[in-house]
């Protein structure tokens, strides 16, 4: 941008005179909130966040009786917010009474789309609700539409508003980096910023992809794989060198130069020179036959061979296809599933399903647009991307596109010819996946009504929170929540909790949890009294018998909260799994049948919240381990304790070391080696 954007905040309470808004003053807006025809301002809309039928959530925070109340007040705010907004483009936010985004939008003429949320008649009901939860309005405004656009994405991804189609997407793609920050460059697998210097590869759908292309790459190229600090520490060649999947360079069994080619073939390999680079193995390799060097000669054939391992091993090449992403949408009933495919280089690096929330009312179109909005917002954007179906303003969203990308993008709908196969493969996979998940989601649903009815609960649950502990005879104790409905395993709720009650010592499961239920269960009265907000379980579960049942009673009944359903599940006498006893309050216990399909249910609802629980200990014991005695060295930064532990080994070497060995570590300067050495000595 060229200039700072322009933030209000329209005020909360003050009611001001009503003013008379311009029919025409409407814009159809997309599922990214996108203004388009005047004629028709409300014809679609965005959607409740993580519930796919966004009719049920929309109106979380308010009842039936108190909407025509709190409308009026949502018109008011809004209608003083159109006071003070000018024609320009931007992005303005609704934000209900906790702060939190109803909903963001992006208008090419702020005051224009702003005011047709003033016209009542022609806002369905559920936009009305949205209206009437609105407390305030923030708008920015910004110099182009497609930098409001931009900011757009950006805000929805941030925010997560239940009225905007949601790409719930916490997952980052894996790369192959062929780093360039060390003398002898290094091939190796990479997730999360681009910030280690280097050339990235990707993305990859999966891990697995990755750790495929990278062992046949080290059998093509021979570069080593290994972390800087096991290089560093060679003194003959690994594994790796014996299995003819690197060249030994940390022993110099190859000269740097020769390393460096092999790099360079790598690099060109990966950036599309395939033919050339396998083109140069074959020479090299007919140079050696003709010498009678048949021993080089087998090494530039196995390499060869590794070569066409990775090519063969790409499930669709389409010539043509560069750098490109081909994203389809199916479309059955009520959800969506959107397929991407990745090609890189003209190969196929995989491909990853997703199902955004969204309205039921919205065309496939409409959420397609939103989906590549939000997808690209923090990943790469390839040179073209081919849709299934035609997006909701394409050559705004491909300018914008080309903006964050600094170079030309373009978004293309195939029709015939080798693109429309992709096309058409892509979506065949995203009708096959919305077929398994709709598959599921129906078994999972008589599996909760099931449920619902061995529990006795009023109806079927929609959010069940499992809990667990996790200690080593109580060292590192950390209790889970996990939390599991109709659509399976909703991983972005799960919480962990670190035990700290200093008065629960040993293994006091029952003090843990009565600590993980209080500590969970104040927050929730203290964020959401009414239990409005979709955020309280229609069941607590918890790991244990009838000990642990008594402990949860407690807590709900000190917290008045004895009206929701608890219950617990043991294991059976030795552990075994089929023989769990299950326990609820005022009832004696009991056991389900061996093979009932509820048991293997709960079963899977236990385990998940065990695994989960066990994971929070182990990652919180081993962040306690790497605490050692270099922490109590003053002017002894997380920098210096990384150097001097990749130098020495372990804290004890270093607190052995010598005056002179101590300043010979890279970035420990003679003022700090005197330090650490008077540290030391002082201790002792």
Same mark, same amino acid.
């Given at each position: 941008?060229?200039?700072?954007?322009?933030?209000?905040?329209?005020?909360?309470?003050?009611?001001?005179?009503?003013?008379?808004?311009?029919?025409?003053?409407?814009?159809?807006?997309?599922?990214?909130?996108?203004?388009?025809?005047?004629?028709?301002?409300?014809?679609?809309?965005?959607?409740?966040?993580?519930?796919?039928?966004?009719?049920?959530?929309?109106?979380?925070?308010?009842?039936?009786?108190?909407?025509?109340?709190?409308?009026?007040?949502?018109?008011?705010?809004?209608?003083?917010?159109?006071?003070?907004?000018?024609?320009?483009?931007?992005?303005?936010?609704?934000?209900?009474?906790?702060?939190?985004?109803?909903?963001?939008?992006?208008?090419?003429?702020?005051?224009?789309?702003?005011?047709?949320?003033?016209?009542?008649?022609?806002?369905?009901?559920?936009?009305?609700?949205?209206?009437?939860?609105?407390?305030?309005?923030?708008?920015?405004?910004?110099?182009?539409?497609?930098?409001? +656009?931009?900011?757009?994405?950006?805000?929805?991804? @941030? !925010?997560?508003?239940?009225?905007?189609?949601?790409?719930?997407?916490?997952?980052?793609?894996? /790369?192959?980096?062929?780093?360039?920050?060390? =003398?002898?460059?290094?091939?190796?697998?990479?997730?999360?910023?681009?910030?280690?210097?280097?050339?990235?590869?990707?993305?990859? =759908?999966?891990?697995?992809?990755?750790? @495929?292309?990278?062992?046949?790459?080290?059998?093509?190229?021979?570069?080593?794989?290994?972390?800087?600090?096991?290089?560093?520490?060679?003194?003959?060649?690994?594994?790796?060198?014996?299995?003819?999947?690197?060249?030994?360079?940390?022993?110099?069994?190859?000269?740097?130069?020769?390393?460096?080619?092999?790099?360079?073939?790598?690099?060109?390999?990966?950036?599309?020179?395939?033919?050339?680079?396998?083109?140069?193995?074959?020479?090299?390799?007919?140079?050696?036959?003709?010498?009678?060097?048949?021993?080089?000669?087998?090494?530039?054939?196995?390499?060869?061979?590794?070569?066409?391992?990775?090519?063969?091993?790409?499930?669709?090449?389409?010539?043509?296809?560069?750098?490109?992403?081909?994203?389809?949408?199916?479309?059955?009933?009520?959800?969506?599933?959107?397929?991407?495919?990745?090609?890189?280089?003209?190969?196929?690096?995989?491909?990853?399903?997703?199902?955004?929330?969204?309205?039921?009312?919205?065309?496939?179109?409409?959420?397609?647009?939103?989906?590549?909005?939000?997808?690209? #917002? &923090?990943?790469?954007?390839?040179?073209?991307?081919?849709?299934?179906?035609?997006?909701?303003?394409?050559?705004?969203?491909?300018?914008?596109?080309?903006?964050?990308?600094?170079?030309?993008?373009?978004?293309?709908?195939?029709?015939?010819?080798?693109?429309?196969?992709?096309?058409?493969?892509?979506?065949?996979?995203?009708?096959?996946?919305?077929?398994?998940?709709? =598959?599921?989601?129906?078994?999972?649903?008589?599996?909760?009504?099931?449920?619902?009815?061995?529990?006795?609960?009023?109806?079927?649950?929609?959010?069940?929170?499992?809990?667990? &502990?996790?200690?080593?005879?109580?060292?590192?104790?950390?209790?889970?929540?996990?939390?599991?409905?109709?659509?399976?395993?909703?991983?972005?709720?799960?919480?962990?909790?670190?035990?700290?009650?200093?008065?629960?010592?040993?293994?006091?499961?029952?003090?843990?949890?009565?600590?993980?239920?209080?500590?969970?269960?104040?927050?929730?009265?203290?964020?959401?009294?009414?239990?409005?907000?979709?955020?309280?379980?229609?069941?607590?579960? +918890?790991?244990?018998?009838?000990?642990?049942? &008594?402990?949860?009673?407690?807590?709900?009944?000190?917290?008045?909260?004895?009206?929701?359903?608890?219950?617990?599940?043991?294991?059976?006498?030795?552990?075994?799994?089929?023989?769990?006893?299950?326990?609820?309050?005022?009832?004696?216990?009991?056991?389900?049948?061996?093979?009932?399909?509820?048991? /293997?249910?709960?079963?899977?609802?236990?385990? #998940?919240?065990?695994?989960?629980?066990?994971?929070?200990?182990?990652?919180?014991?081993?962040?306690?381990?790497?605490?050692?005695?270099?922490?109590?060295?003053?002017?002894?930064?997380?920098?210096?304790?990384?150097?001097?532990?990749?130098?020495?080994?372990?804290?004890?070497?270093?607190?052995?070391?010598?005056?002179?060995?101590?300043?010979?570590?890279?970035?420990?300067?003679?003022?700090?080696?005197?330090?650490?050495?008077?540290? !030391?000595?002082?201790?002792?």
């Amino acid at each position: 941008m060229t200039r700072a954007p322009k933030r209000r905040v329209a005020p909360k309470r003050r009611a001001p005179k009503r003013r008379a808004a311009d029919p025409s003053a409407g814009g159809k807006r997309s599922a990214m909130g996108m203004e388009e025809d005047p004629a028709e301002p409300y014809g679609v809309e965005s959607s409740a966040g993580a519930h796919a039928d966004a009719g049920a959530d929309a109106g979380a925070d308010i009842s039936d009786g108190d909407v025509g109340q709190s409308l009026a007040k949502g018109l008011a705010v809004i209608a003083e917010t159109v006071k003070t907004l000018s024609a320009s483009p931007g992005v303005y936010r609704m934000l209900n009474r906790k702060g939190d985004a109803l909903y963001v939008g992006k208008a090419r003429n702020l005051k224009r789309r702003v005011t047709s949320y003033t016209l009542l008649s022609k806002m369905p009901h559920r936009l009305q609700r949205m209206v009437a939860e609105t407390v305030a309005m923030e708008v920015v405004e910004t110099n182009t539409e497609v930098e409001a +656009l931009l900011l757009e994405s950006n805000l929805i991804k @941030r !925010f997560m508003p239940r009225f905007n189609v949601l790409l719930r997407d916490d997952k980052s793609f894996p /790369y192959i980096l062929l780093a360039d920050d060390h =003398a002898v460059p290094q091939i190796t697998k990479h997730r999360g910023a681009h910030t280690r210097e280097g050339d990235y590869f990707g993305p990859f =759908a999966s891990a697995g992809a990755v750790n @495929r292309t990278i062992t046949a790459l080290e059998r093509a190229f021979l570069l080593r794989s290994c972390s800087d600090a096991v290089y560093a520490s060679r003194t003959r060649p690994c594994l790796m060198y014996q299995i003819k999947r690197c060249s030994g360079p940390c022993v110099e069994r190859i000269s740097a130069a020769d390393y460096q080619d092999l790099v360079q073939q790598a690099r060109r390999f990966l950036t599309g020179q395939s033919q050339q680079v396998q083109q140069q193995l074959a020479s090299a390799m007919e140079a050696a036959s003709e010498k009678l060097d048949f021993e080089t000669a087998a090494v530039y054939r196995d390499r060869i061979r590794a070569l066409a391992h990775i090519q063969s091993h790409q499930d669709i090449n389409i010539e043509g296809v560069d750098n490109a992403d081909v994203i389809a949408a199916h479309e059955e009933g009520g959800q969506i599933c959107i397929q991407v495919f990745f090609f890189r280089a003209g190969r196929n690096y995989g491909n990853r399903a997703y199902f955004p929330s969204h309205d039921k009312t919205l065309a496939v179109g409409e959420v397609l647009a939103a989906f590549v909005a939000q997808f690209y #917002e &923090n990943k790469p954007v390839p040179a073209a991307i081919l849709v299934s179906h035609p997006l909701e303003e394409e050559n705004l969203l491909a300018e914008a596109l080309s903006i964050k990308a600094e170079r030309k993008v373009q978004i293309l709908q195939p029709q015939r010819g080798a693109k429309r196969k992709l096309i058409d493969n892509a979506l065949h996979n995203a009708r096959e996946a919305l077929a398994r998940r709709l =598959a599921e989601s129906s078994s999972q649903r008589r599996l909760l009504e099931k449920l619902g009815e061995v529990f006795g609960l009023e109806a079927v649950p929609a959010r069940i929170e499992i809990y667990d &502990n996790s200690h080593i005879q109580g060292s590192e104790p950390y209790g889970g929540m996990v939390v599991a409905g109709p659509e399976g395993f909703t991983k972005n709720a799960y919480r962990k909790f670190r035990i700290k009650d200093p008065a629960i010592v040993g293994g006091d499961d029952y003090g843990m949890m009565r600590e993980v239920l209080t500590r969970r269960f104040k927050r929730a009265l203290k964020e959401d009294p009414e239990r409005s907000g979709g955020t309280w379980p229609d069941l607590v579960l +918890l790991d244990g018998g009838q000990g642990q049942l &008594n402990a949860g009673l407690e807590v709900l009944a000190d917290l008045g909260l004895g009206d929701l359903p608890i219950a617990a599940i043991a294991k059976g006498p030795d552990r075994d799994a089929g023989r769990e006893r299950i326990f609820v309050p005022g009832k004696p216990s009991f056991m389900l049948q061996p093979r009932d399909p509820l048991l /293997y249910f709960i079963q899977r609802l236990r385990d #998940e919240a065990h695994r989960f629980a066990i994971g929070s200990h182990r990652a919180g014991r081993s962040k306690a381990r790497l605490r050692s005695a270099l922490d109590d060295v003053p002017g002894i930064g997380a920098k210096r304790k990384k150097a001097l532990l990749l130098h020495f080994g372990a804290a004890k070497a270093v607190a052995r070391a010598g005056l002179a060995d101590l300043e010979a570590v890279e970035g420990i300067s003679k003022t700090v080696a005197q330090k650490i050495y008077d540290h !030391f000595r002082r201790e002792s």
